[in-house]
Nanobody
Framework: QVQLVESGGGLVQAGGSLRLSCAASGSIFRIYDMGWYRQAPGKQRELVATVTSGGSTNYADSVKGRFTISRDNAKNTVYLQMNSLKPEDTAVYYC??????????????WGQGTQVTVSS
């Protein structure tokens, strides 16, 4: 069994910052790409940022220059530092990871989601 557990969401004023964390646990052999997605009410889930096991990153245009994704491979954890938050960043943020288990089965996993609300 593999789990992704997110933390760090909350309510913040526009212009403020939040840091999200997502820790993977369970029968993990190796973690490949990790990332953050978000889903606002009435909208489809969209990619926010991804990071490879080697540290290469990719960002949605809407968050470039404001958000930073990073990971700690020793802790099986991915982070999302969000600065200069805007009301349009309000959404449920989901952690995602491609994980090879100790049983050598590969799957894509999602966290339960954490709410981020930015007030104007």
């Amino acid at each position: 069994q593999v789990q992704l557990v997110e933390s760090g969401g909350g309510l913040v004023q526009a212009g403020g910052s939040l840091r999200l964390s997502c820790a993977a646990s369970g029968s993990i052999f190796r973690i490949y790409d990790m990332g953050w997605y978000r889903q606002a009410p009435g909208k489809q889930r969209e990619l926010v940022a991804t990071v490879t096991s080697g540290g290469s990153t990719n960002y949605a245009d809407s968050v470039k220059g404001r958000f930073t994704i990073s990971r700690d491979n020793a802790k099986n954890t991915v982070y999302l530092q969000m600065n200069s938050l805007k009301p349009e960043d309000t959404a449920v943020y989901y952690c995602n990871a491609d994980i090879l288990s100790r049983y050598l089965t590969s799957n894509n996993y999602w966290g339960q989601g954490t709410q981020v609300t930015v007030s104007s």
